[in-house]
């Protein structure tokens, strides 16, 4: 089956505009989070949602980034007032639940670019 | 809060040869799972093997095998048979047991595989 999908692929942005990355879980997958990875660092955990409970957004670095998800499907990520430093590629994962049990899908990243 | 540390930014090794790839975590939770990712230029994360932190037995999964210390917090990654598709960045993973299960990364260790 499809695996999770996101878009752009790549992003370029002038710095103080707004960007919205999308992705597209795993159909039937409830929990689906979001990372950020800097050039040559891991992964940074930013926002987590499970079904219709309050999203974890323990890891946003400010409140320039923000991140909707309707229902079990798409969400997407809102960066505001972009500076160079969100420069990064995006990362989202889907799970079958939030269980430590379930395995993580990721997709391929969208890469942002601010100039 | 938890972390995690790979102390080999580069590692490279002969084809058919044998690598290992270090990786601890500093925690005070008794219950966790840890992980080994690859993420070859495509940006794509795979998951290689995890290990459940209840239990002794190492993981092993074909090439792929963990050596788990517990009391150290060690958990590293042995690949054996190295092959050129082994090429790629590896990332050590922590995750809490129980819900929410976001992942947290170590740096990387990016692998190269002589011909």
């Known amino acids: 089956g499809a695996g999770v999908s996101q878009s752009p692929s790549n992003k370029v942005t002038e710095k103080g505009k707004d960007v919205e990355l999308r992705c597209d879980p795993i159909?039937?997958?409830?929990?689906l989070y979001w990372y950020r990875q800097r050039l040559g660092q891991g992964l940074e955990f930013l926002i987590y949602f499970q079904g219709n409970s309050a999203p974890d957004k323990s890891g946003l670095p400010s409140d320039r980034f923000s991140a909707e998800r309707t229902g079990e499907s798409v969400s997407t990520l809102t960066i505001q007032r972009t500076q160079q430093e969100d420069s990064a590629v995006y990362l989202c994962?889907?799970?079958?639940?939030?269980?430590?049990?379930?395995?993580?899908?990721f997709g391929p990243g969208t890469r942002l670019t601010v100039t | 809060a938890q972390t995690v540390t790979q102390s080999q930014p580069e590692m490279s090794v002969q084809e058919a040869e044998t690598v290992t790839l270090s990786c601890t975590y500093d925690t005070s939770e008794s219950d966790y799972y840890l992980f080994w990712y690859k993420q070859p230029p495509s940006r794509q994360m795979i998951l290689v093997i995890r290990q459940e932190a209840y239990k002794q037995q190492n993981a092993t999964e074909n090439r792929f095998s963990v050596n788990f210390q517990k009391a150290a917090k060690s958990f590293s990654l042995k690949i054996s048979d190295s092959q050129l598709g082994d090429a790629a960045m590896y990332f050590c993973?922590?995750?809490?047991?129980?819900?929410?299960?976001?992942?947290?990364f170590g740096q990387g260790t990016e692998l190269s595989v002589k011909p």
């Open positions: 993973a922590y995750r809490s047991a129980g819900q929410g299960g976001k992942l947290i």
């Open positions: 159909s039937g997958h409830t929990a």
């Open positions: 994962a889907s799970s079958l639940g939030s269980g430590s049990s379930y395995e993580q899908y």
